[in-house]
């Protein structure tokens, strides 16, 4: 919260012109919370802690499938509570309701999208990942492709990709809430909910973060629930929303402009394909390249389904993610609306100077809509649990970020300089490796509070509409067509990465202009959509692709067993050919599933016979880094081929194939129908 604002006191908007603002609704960094909200944050705050060391302590630490893929244990309802809690980050929280405030409906289309990507990567790719037996995205195109350049290359773009748009935004998001509901310091706020997040992703891996995402998710959809019910019972339910919205004007304007005024499309999903500021052909064709890569492609959310104990269950874990990705439409885009509804002259502040003094950006303050609605309508003890919503929100995309950016940092950079590394080395390794994402993640606050786009949602849309593109393409050839070859992959993912820059490099250079200012972007940033753009990077660099893979000599038929989709059923014979290094991360998961039974979640404290006795410091280290005290049990050949196919079997039983085919057509179904419905 700014100081200038804090000054006029909460009636205020910043210019002269008294608003009818209830006085509890922005509590200043002299007012503290009522005694239930810091109750219910505490217990919030303790029972995370608390389910998080539960699922360490029963998890399997010690082993790469255990860390890393929960041991391949996950059953469907903590998949797909993960996939969108994973997703439904706090910047999503305020961005969404941001571009809501601004816009409308049409931004919710990002989220109903989802559902199909979902459907996508249950049914077409995660079976090819399994079958293939990896861990990492990287580790997929370096089987399909051979080489080392792609690999390193998709890790390193990965990691960049991650502090980018989801780290850094998340920090920035959950941090402006923190200080406008709490009036924290904003680095005091940020550092302790990175603390606390780092230490049971650290200490628990994949199985601790699946756990405490469902949770969170729990509370997250009960709690914005809560707070949706109370905004529309405020503005008089969806017809008051209607009305009360295309009315939200702010009292003081910019002359000659029409920026204050509402969207008349606002209630619309598709917009006009030229003026419309989501182009209905961009929000269908263009978004889909960028979730196929979020839903379809990233780390992030793969290693959830990759984590499933069968593929019924990874598929069960898409489908329960599929109709969670609906509501957010309802709990986060139309609460976005009712907060410029009810506050027109902070959310939807256009003079420059005015929003300033409110929020600190001059092109807008509609990303304080979510916050705004949080401190003013939610009554105390609720207030508290809307605020553990948030942090909910933040800790459980952090975690999810952390602990996919530490798998790929550690089996895919790592081991290509440490070829023959131990895995209690690639365990260490990758916990270390959170610990430096948080000290990057602190240092990068400052540049995300002076580069304060109007929009949170749209500098994170457009920047993966850069970089993203590419990296779509290149994964639907290497499932769909055996054609493509390691050449061709790489100079098409260098050619897509070379113009998403040039795209990117002139975005930063102009800004978007404040309400009143001339427009100087060059033609290429004002009329032409991001979303288009997405769309023609990702043909132009499949183009190049199958150019130059057609110049290059195919891959032999025999080397693509079991790599895309058409060869997914080959006999794992085939596979056993690879070269023992390129499946350290199927082979190494041996030790999670070995004959020892617990694979690591042995009690560390317990000695071996004769064994020198270990100081507490030593105990306390060797736990954290999920280190055992028990030898590592060799498998003979004939146990590791058995325990390699059980880890790539993507055999169904008839029965839950066909409970999930039912449910996929059902969601498809209601998913048709909201589109229909809100066109």
Not at 118 to 127: D, E, K, R, T
Not at 555 to 575: Q, V
């Amino acid at each position: 919260m700014s100081p200038e604002l804090a000054a006029m006191g909460p009636g205020a908007s910043g210019n002269g012109v008294s608003t009818t603002i209830v006085p509890r609704s922005a509590p200043g960094p002299g007012v503290s919370l009522h005694a239930y909200d810091i109750a219910v944050l505490v217990v919030y705050f303790v029972f995370v802690i608390g389910v998080g060391v539960w699922s360490s302590i029963r998890a399997s630490r010690g082993t790469i499938g255990g860390y890393f893929l929960a041991g391949r244990s996950m059953s469907w309802w903590p998949i797909g509570a993960s996939l969108m809690s994973s997703n439904v980050g706090s910047g999503l929280f305020i961005g969404l309701a941001g571009t809501g405030a601004a816009g409308g409906l049409a931004v919710g289309g990002f989220e109903w999208n989802a559902t199909w990507l979902l459907l996508a990567l249950g049914w077409i790719f995660v079976p090819v990942y399994i079958a293939a037996g990896v861990v990492t995205m990287p580790q997929y195109l370096k089987k399909r492709f051979g080489g080392q350049r792609i690999q390193v290359y998709m890790s390193v773009l990965s990691l960049i990709l991650y502090i980018f748009t989801k780290i850094s935004t998340d920090i920035f998001s959950g941090a402006l809430f923190i200080q406008m509901a709490l009036g924290w310091n904003l680095y005091l706020s940020t550092v302790t909910l990175l603390v606390v997040t780092a230490v049971y992703t650290i200490t628990g891996g994949l199985t601790a973060v699946i756990y405490t995402d469902t949770l969170q998710t729990v509370i997250m959809v009960g709690g914005a629930l809560v707070l949706m019910f109370l905004g529309f019972q405020e503005v008089g339910w969806y017809p008051g929303l209607e009305e009360r919205y295309s009315q939200a004007l702010p009292n003081v304007t910019v002359p000659n402009t029409s920026c204050h005024l509402p969207r008349p499309d606002a209630f619309h999903m598709l917009r006009d394909p030229v003026r419309g500021d989501l182009p209905w052909p961009g929000l269908i064709f263009g978004l889909t390249v960028l979730a196929t890569w979020c839903w379809c492609t990233d780390q992030v959310i793969v290693q959830r389904s990759l984590s499933a104990k069968s593929l019924s269950h990874a598929k069960g874990g898409s489908v329960l993610g599929g109709y969670l990705k609906i509501l957010p439409m309802f709990f986060i885009v139309m609460p976005g609306m009712i907060s410029r509804a009810l506050y027109p002259d902070e959310v939807g502040c256009v003079d420059p100077d005015v929003c300033q003094a409110i929020c600190g950006a001059r092109v807008g303050c509609s990303n304080i809509a979510y916050p705004k609605l949080v401190m003013a309508l939610m009554p105390v003890g609720l207030r508290g649990l809307m605020i553990a919503v948030i942090m909910a929100a933040l800790m459980s995309s952090l975690t999810s970020i952390f602990n996919s950016s530490s798998t790929l940092f550690a089996i895919d950079v790592w081991q290509r300089f440490r070829r023959n590394a131990t895995e209690q080395e690639l365990m260490v390794v990758g916990r270390v490796f959170v610990v430096v994402l948080v000290v990057v993640s602190i240092l990068w606050i400052p540049i995300i509070q002076s580069s304060n786009s109007g929009q949170l949602f749209d500098y994170i849309q457009s920047v993966t509409s850069y970089l993203a593109p590419p990296i779509t393409a290149l994964f639907l050839l290497a499932i769909f067509c055996k054609r493509v070859t390691e050449p061709g992959a790489f100079w098409g993912l260098l050619f897509g990465l070379v113009v998403g820059l040039l795209r990117m490099i002139l975005e930063f250079c102009y800004s978007a202009p404040a309400c009143g200012e001339e427009d100087r972007r060059p033609a290429v940033l004002k009329d032409f959509h991001y979303l288009y753009f997405a769309l023609l990077l990702c043909g132009l660099t499949a183009i190049v692709i199958v150019a130059v893979s057609l110049c290059t000599a195919p891959i032999p038929e025999e080397k693509l067993a079991r790599l895309t989709w058409w060869t997914r059923h080959c006999p794992c014979s085939e596979l056993e050919k690879e070269p023992p290094e390129s499946t350290v991360g199927t082979a190494q998961m041996a030790s999670g599933e070995g004959p020892t039974g617990a694979g690591g979640a042995e009690d560390p404290s317990r000695e071996q016979p004769g064994a020198p006795r270990r100081s507490w410091g030593q105990w306390l280290w060797r736990w954290l880094c999920g280190i055992s005290g028990a030898p590592e049990q060799a498998l003979s050949p004939a146990e590791k081929a058995a325990l390699e196919q059980k880890l790539t079997s993507i055999a169904e039983e008839p029965l839950w194939r066909s409970v999930c085919n039912i449910n996929a057509v059902l969601l498809l179904a209601v998913n048709v129908f909201l589109w229909g419905y809100f066109a």
